[in-house]
């Protein structure tokens, strides 16, 4: 669960270890300057609702709507708070010291057929975003795998599911590199998602 105060979390990996894939200049500018901002977003809107700062932040967002908070500070608390858990997970399923999750494996089978066949949804599901948002593998409350995409920095805790792989695909992600080219952004990120 993820307490306030928020922080940047650190990485058991550095800026160029997912290199050539995505590229370190990405990487720290991505993590440091965009991250870091939902970071200080996040922390600056629950200063001033001291009764919800014992909360996760996950179920916060969860429990969006029925929060006492000004309309504003939704909004705020959606974006940013999203944001931060989103690129949260997003870090993790790239770590280079991942190794495939066996069991994970088996879930994905059962519930696509295939690995290739979980792929291509997912990648689909990126691919097909329009504007910015990330792509998701995420259990839902019966406990059922669903690929689908978000829009912007909303995350599947505002559904109520559990995210377990995520893929960015806002520009920042990946323009410094593939400039326009999400697609290939796409194909080649899969060679450090190595869960699956």
Not at 32 to 45: A, D, L, P, S
Not at 63 to 83: P, Q, S
Not at 142 to 150: C, K, M, P, Q, R
Request: net charge neutral; aromatic share 12%; proline share 5%.
């Amino acid at each position: 669960m993820t307490m306030y105060p928020f922080s940047l979390p650190e990485l058991d990996y550095n800026d160029t270890a997912l290199e050539p894939y995505i590229d370190a200049q990405t990487m720290g500018i991505h993590r440091t300057k965009h991250h870091q901002n939902y970071v200080n977003k996040t922390n600056e809107v629950l200063a001033n609702y001291p009764q919800l700062q014992k909360e996760p932040l996950e179920k916060l967002l969860a429990n969006l709507e029925g929060l006492k908070m000004e309309d504003k500070d939704k909004t705020a608390l959606r974006n940013n708070g999203g944001g931060h858990l989103n690129h949260s997970l997003y870090w993790k399923v790239m770590d280079p010291k991942n190794k495939v999750d066996e069991q994970l494996v088996e879930r994905i089978k059962k519930t696509f057929g295939s690995v290739e066949d979980f792929k291509k949804k997912f990648s689909g599901a990126a691919a097909s975003r329009f504007g910015s948002g990330w792509a998701w593998l995420a259990e839902d409350y019966n406990g059922e795998l669903a690929v689908y995409s978000t829009a912007n920095q909303d995350s599947p805790y505002l559904k109520n599911h559990t995210p377990v792989i995520c893929l960015d695909v806002w520009e920042h992600a990946y323009y410094l590199k593939y400039k326009n080219r999400r697609p290939e952004y796409i194909e080649a990120w899969w060679n450090i998602m190595k869960l699956v």
